[in-house]
């Protein structure tokens, strides 16, 4: 068949899309449907700092960080901490490439870290890892090679320092960059499904974490070949490999079968930016999630060199709620998990896949 664009419509692509489940859900359900699993992880889990702000993908774009981080009352404008004891900021990566200032940004962020030691986490994107390749295609003519040289370096020796990590678990939510799909999950877990989501979230990020390591150890000066299944961008982006927790594009997430992810397991990603404008549009919500909160993406499209939006994450005591600043320049607050918790109005299809709680289109 050829989709030739006379010939493709919505039809073909349920067929497609339909086929795909039909043939891809063979694995047996679980007792407890996937949704009530994340929602009890997260009323349980003792081990979530009490606040936690989640920024996504900024790209070169040091005003947006700053804004965020201002608004959430977490630093000043000079990026000192202001977050006092119980909060936690986390940063999704892609710190560089696309917008103007990635030197700017970056610099923020470590500032931020060096003055609240422990409470800020920063992760590496596949943009770091692919400058870190020498690939700067994406880079801003803004930035000198010399620039780029220099936060290669620096981005290598805080990997190697545990500044910068691939991944953060904290109780059932899992932080990295893109996340862990269906077939990578089945690559590196013998069975994910058989323990405690916080036990899986931490055993996935220790993973990360130490191939990242031991791929930055390699590293010959400021030139990196990161190796492994872990770091390739996989086959439907043109790479190799079922594709890395660097890599996942979210509607693999959001299409993927509740069963085939972890019960309980929520993976906070970023990497996929929104590409709607919450300033021009009040239906446009640049934090996505599964409806189920198996998966959540952050990357609101921050950066100049998307739509410039005002969003991010809060992780407040187990309860997860998105800030937008919207039309007129006003902060509007959802709240997810009651959304996805309080009600039963929205079971998982007969599939065993749950519809998106909202799109960003
Ligand atoms: C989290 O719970 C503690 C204890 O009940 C409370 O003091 C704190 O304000 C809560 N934090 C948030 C962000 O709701």
Redesign the pocket.
């Known amino acids: 068949m050829t989709l030739s664009s006379a010939g493709w419509s919505p039809w073909v692509a349920l067929m497609v899309v339909g086929s795909l489940y039909v043939f891809g859900g063979s694995r047996a359900k679980r007792s407890l449907s996937s949704g009530r699993a994340q929602c009890e992880a997260l009323a349980g889990a003792a081990e979530l700092p009490?606040?936690m702000v989640v920024i996504g993908d900024l790209h070169g774009d040091r005003d947006a960080l700053v804004e965020i981080l201002v608004a959430a009352g977490v630093s000043d404008a000079s990026c000192e901490w202001r977050g006092g004891q119980?909060a936690v900021v986390v940063q999704l990566g892609d710190v560089v490439d696309r917008g103007p200032d990635s030197e700017g940004a970056n610099a923020c962020l470590r500032r931020l870290q060096a003055s609240a030691p422990g409470a800020v986490f920063r992760l590496a994107g596949n943009h770091e890892v692919i400058w870190a390749e020498g690939d700067f295609r994406f880079a801003s003519r803004t930035e000198t090679p010399a620039v780029r040289s220099r936060l290669i370096r620096m981005w290598l020796d805080e990997v190697s320092a545990g500044n910068v990590v691939g991944a953060y678990a904290a109780g059932p939510v899992l932080f990295t960059h893109a996340g862990f799909r269906p077939a990578m999950l089945a690559k590196v877990s013998p069975d994910p499904f058989a323990q405690n989501p916080a036990s899986v979230a931490a055993s996935l990020a220790r993973l990360v974490n130490s191939e990242l390591r031991s791929a930055v150890e390699k590293c010959s000066g400021i030139r990196c070949a990161f190796e492994g299944d872990l770091f390739s961008a996989g086959r439907d982006r043109g790479g190799n490999g079922v594709g890395g927790t660097f890599w996942t594009d979210f509607g693999i997430l959001l299409d993927a079968d509740a069963d085939a992810l972890p019960a309980g397991l929520v993976q906070v990603v970023g990497h996929s930016a929104a590409r709607c404008s919450a300033r021009a549009s009040p239906k446009c919500e640049p934090i996505r999630a599964r409806q189920d909160l198996a998966a959540v993406c952050v990357d609101a499209g921050l950066s100049v060199a998307y739509a410039s939006n005002r969003a991010y994450l809060?992780i407040?005591?187990g309860?997860l709620v998105t800030l937008t600043r919207t039309v007129g320049g006003a902060w509007r607050e959802r709240d997810l998990t009651a959304e996805a918790c309080a009600s039963d109005n929205n079971p998982p299809d007969s599939d065993g896949r749950s519809p998106p709680l909202q799109d960003a289109l």
């Open positions: 009490g606040r119980d809060e407040r005591n309860t």
